[in-house]
Structure formats: C-alpha cells, structure tokens
C-alpha cells in the first residue's frame, strides 16, 4: 500500500454516474485506499432532484462493489463544499473526485459553484469524472504554461494512466497591435520555457515535446481537442493575476468538461516561486 487515499463525491444523481468507477480505477493502479463521501440534503430537495442513491446501505454497497469497505463511506452535513474540503483536509486526501457540475444559469453568474469551491479549498487535485462506463485513460492533453504546477498535472496523470499516450500545447496569444519583432521575441521565450519544462523530472517518458501554437487558449484547446479527441485533459486550477481564485480558463472548462479534467491545484505558498520567470498567457482572470 502507499497510504494514498481517493476521496469519491456523489451527490446521488447521474452527475456523478461515473465518479466511483473512475476512483476505482485510479485505487488500483496507486493501490490507495477508497472513501466516498455524499452530503445529506433535506428532504424536500431530495425528492426534487430525485436523487437515485443516497442511502447509506446502497452507497456503502456501491463503495465496497468498487473495491473499497464500507467504513470508508461518509455521510456528511451542512454545505457541500466546505463539508467535503473539511473531510478531504482530515483524510490528507491525494485526490478528490467529483461529477458534474448541475447548471443553474441565474446562480452561476452570481457566485462560485459548489465544484469550484472544492477545487479552490482542497489541498490536492481535483478529477471531474464524466465519461461512462470509465475505462483506462488512452489520451491525454495537458494545456500547459511551461512551470512545475504544470509539470506536477503531468506526473500525476501518468501515474495513474501509465499507458496513455501523452500530448501537450501551450497557447501563445498575440495583440493585433504587436509588431513581427515583438512576436519572434515572445516565441523564443515560449521556446526557452519549454526546453527549461522538458528538464523537468518525472514527466510522461514517451511525451513530445510540447506544441507552441498561436492562439488564446480556449480557441487552441478547442482545435486539438477535435483533433486528438483525449479522454482526459489536464490544466491547471489557479488564475495567472490572483493565485488566491479560480483561472476563467479553469472556471468555464469544470462546468462544462468536454472530457473528464484534471484540475491541478498547487500550494499557493509557492505558487509565485513557480510562476517566477514565466511569460505564460494568463487566461484571463
């Protein structure tokens, strides 16, 4: 065993349809210890949202079906996010795995979702699970920014997908307004950067090196995800301006995944030594 431990989040409903097979496939590949958790809601909101499994003998049914005891089952009170940040902190979980996001248009423009929330307050990355039935990862796409929090997303990923093929883009936007000389400067800091990234330790060992495309980072993304069709993307959590908040990037990808995510979220006591000497886009937050 290596003590990890996966902390799985169902609200009940097929939001999180996938997120015990995906832990389970994760657990076996660390060979880390399983908990799930689900937060009670009142009984009103029950019968609305209809969830389908909230008992604590049918969710402890589903733990132990998918490898792990039932002991590991928690039934949580009071919100959401600050229950599950609260339990991942008390657990020192190595990752959290969450389902979808259930769109409110109105409420989502005022505040924060419960996923965002999580993803901000937890210690350690965050997996949006979505594709069903989960089987192993065979492509993954790494939106990069060329510092070590991106590297971290990387490793992490081939260690749970060790026979995936790996592929990475680093999005280079430009002003209308920049002049030749100015964008041949910025591609050969990108080309620094990226030989700087490939010394890096631990990456994917069969992993090109990374493609430095023009662009903004949505509109590149978009094109190599139609291209390649990954089955799991990895990027990071924190915006480029505030360390402290959710990327837009990050933001608008988790509420609405165009495969599962993996959302790496780094201590931000050093995410400005990280982030030192980089010319990475912000993504606009």
Known sequence: MTGRVILAATDGTDRSRAVLGRAELVAREWGARLALAHVRKPSHAR????????????????????????????????????????????????????????????????????????????????????????????????????????????????SFAPKAA????????????????????????????????????????????????????HEVLRYRMDEWHPDLLVIGSRSGRNPARLGNYARDLMRAPPTDILVTTPDLASVAGAQNGSTAPSDGS
């Open 166 to 217: 790996f592929h990475a883009i680093h999005a280079l936007p430009h002003a209308p307004t920049d002049t030749a000389a100015t964008r041949t400067e910025v591609l050969g800091k990108a080309m620094a950067q990226r030989k700087a990234f490939l010394s890096l330790p631990g990456l994917p060992a069969d992993m090109p090196a990374p493609e430095i495309v023009p662009g903004g980072v």
């Open 47 to 158: 019968f609305r949202l209809r969830l389908a499994c909230t008992a604590p003998n049918e969710l402890a049914d589903a733990l132990v079906r998918h490898g792990g005891r039932a002991d590991d089952l928690y039934m949580l009170e009071g919100n959401p996010s600050d229950a599950i940040v609260a339990l991942a902190t008390s657990l020192g979980a190595d990752l959290v795995v969450l389902g979808l996001h259930r769109a409110r248009r109105v409420l989502d423009t005022l505040r924060m979702t419960t996923m965002e929330r999580i993803a901000l307050g937890v210690a350690c990355p965050v997996l949006v699970a979505q594709r069903y039935p989960p089987k192993p990862y065979t492509r993954v796409l790494g939106a990069l920014s060329f510092d070590p929090i991106s590297a971290q997303g990387l490793r992490l990923a081939a």
